[in-house]
């Protein structure tokens, strides 16, 4: 019986239990497609990736990305957390940058050792289709009037893409509550499967945004820290100069309603009509061990 290694992660953490969980499986070569979507739907994580290259090629470490109900092209904590753990047990020596290849293209990880920060330079934002509120409020159930209509509801992707909605108040963001029918007849109609709602009103002083993220269609009620659609939230606060410039150094907050709290770095700059997007956070070990693959007959593995 053949087993893999693997390691669980919490992502964009704030210690031991707090971020985003990762399963990150090393070795994972000559494991097929099916199997990795059945492990990912065994551990029942927002993602689980899986290392196919075990040293560093010119186009970097191939990774895969499953959430429970299918692969994606891309995601945020899993980059962090993919190469954190490449960092910490693959590599003779830390590294100081790690370069990972995904679907969607190449993505660079950076670690600041001194503060124990490890950051992802997002690709190039597209920014999309604009939605009408009376849509988004009726799927969030929340009153009209705590949309910020001084800026969009737009799907924006720097990898994979969200919808943007910019709410008033934190009031108004802890009292979200998916309307499921209406979201799925909206997401028919969008590329981005995935809604992010932000507030400038925080649970902590410190931070400057407070944000939930909801995918169902991935598997993912309510997602505790999402670093693409948070690398989507910075290329869009830079767009339209929600802090009035554009340029930002800021910390997020996210997971707090499923007590799962999380904390993001994004900086975000335009120069000319490029917007360049970094997100980081922190990575916290949690625990290691050997993953047996258990083929069954008639399954087609």
Known sequence: MKKIPYSIVDVFSQGPYTGNQLAVFKEAEDVSADEMQQIAKEINFSETTFILSNTE????????????????????????????????????EPADSILLQYKSGQIPVTFDHKKEIVWMKQNEPSFGKIIDADQI?????IDPAYIDERFPIQEVSTGLPVIIVPVTSLHAIKNIHVNLEKY????????????????????NAENHLNVRDFAPYYGIPED?????????????????????????????????????????FLKAEKEREKINVQVGGQVVSIAKGEWFLNKRENDGL
Request: charged content about 20%; aromatic content about 12%.
């Open 137 to 141: 409020t009726d799927i969030l159930n």
């Open 224 to 264: 505790a820290a999402t670093g693409s659609s948070n690398g989507c939230l910075a290329a869009y606060l830079v767009q339209y100069r929600y802090f009035g410039n554009e340029e930002i150094d800021i910390r997020v907050e996210q997971g707090y309603e499923i007590k799962r709290p999380s904390l993001l």
């Open 184 to 203: 799925y007849q909206l997401i028919e109609q969008t590329e981005a499967k995935a809604i992010l709602a932000f507030s400038p009103e925080t649970y």
């Open 57 to 92: 090629t010119t186009d970097g470490y191939s990774v895969r990305i499953f959430t429970p109900n299918e692969e994606i092209p891309f995601a945020g904590h899993p980059t962090l957390g993919t190469a954190f753990v490449i960092n910490k047990e693959m590599v003779k």
